[in-house]
């Protein structure tokens, strides 16, 4: 049970065996909220309507947490964000992002399966960049469009279709592409971020 009311059901698969974590309000929920939860875990597609229902009944129990104060830092070893973000406003969003930008904390895991390369806040309004990508093997222009990415989330925000919130949308992806580097960048994740 947790308190992150940014993902009030997280389900994980670890071979045979599944991870469940929930928000702590569904510890007072009914047998119909239960069994879609029940549902959701074996199939995350599946309509969630009671769950929905349930948290926005119950949305007042939900703790606001302050934001931690932000510690914002732009320079890396080998790349300075805050020119990158400064450009890439200025050509793709006519200066109208005003997210922070900054590198995100080292991870003392060395070994990480998934990485996020980037991700975008909007509770903060900051954009953090791994600091993996600080590095002369990696090129400016992943660097660039990693940037721009997080850019278009900021602004263009989330989009919520039959109730499912969607942040790749096809709006997203087909703006996505205007990236001058695109073809080179996706092909670059692909042949050098892999492992």
Not at 23 to 35: K, Q, T, Y
Not at 79 to 91: A, F, P, Q, T
Not at 130 to 151: C, G, Q, W
Not at 154 to 177: I, L
Request: charged share 30%; net charge positive; glycine share 6%.
């Amino acid at each position: 049970m947790t308190d992150n009311s940014t993902s009030m059901i997280s389900v994980k698969m670890h071979g045979k065996n599944v991870s469940v974590r929930l928000h702590r309000i569904f510890l007072n929920a009914g047998v119909d909220v239960i069994r879609e939860i029940a549902e959701f875990i074996k199939n995350k597609r599946c309509r969630t309507p009671f769950i929905r229902d349930f948290i926005k009944q119950n949305s007042e129990c939900l703790r606001r947490r302050q934001p931690a104060k932000l510690s914002i830092n732009t320079k890396g070893k080998y790349y300075d964000l805050s020119g990158i973000y400064e450009s890439i406003n200025n050509k793709y969003f006519n200066g109208k992002v005003s997210a922070a930008i900054t590198w995100g904390a080292k991870s003392p895991r060395c070994a990480v399966r998934k990485r996020t390369l980037g991700s975008y806040s909007s509770h903060t309004n900051t954009i953090r960049i791994n600091p993996i990508l600080d590095k002369k093997s990696v090129p400016r222009y992943f660097i660039e469009f990693i940037v721009y990415h997080e850019m278009l989330h900021a602004d263009m925000g989330t989009e919520t279709k039959n109730g499912r919130r969607s942040v790749h949308s096809k709006e997203f992806k087909m703006r996505e592409r205007f990236f001058k580097d695109y073809e080179r960048a996706v092909a670059w994740e692909k042949g050098e971020m892999r492992d």
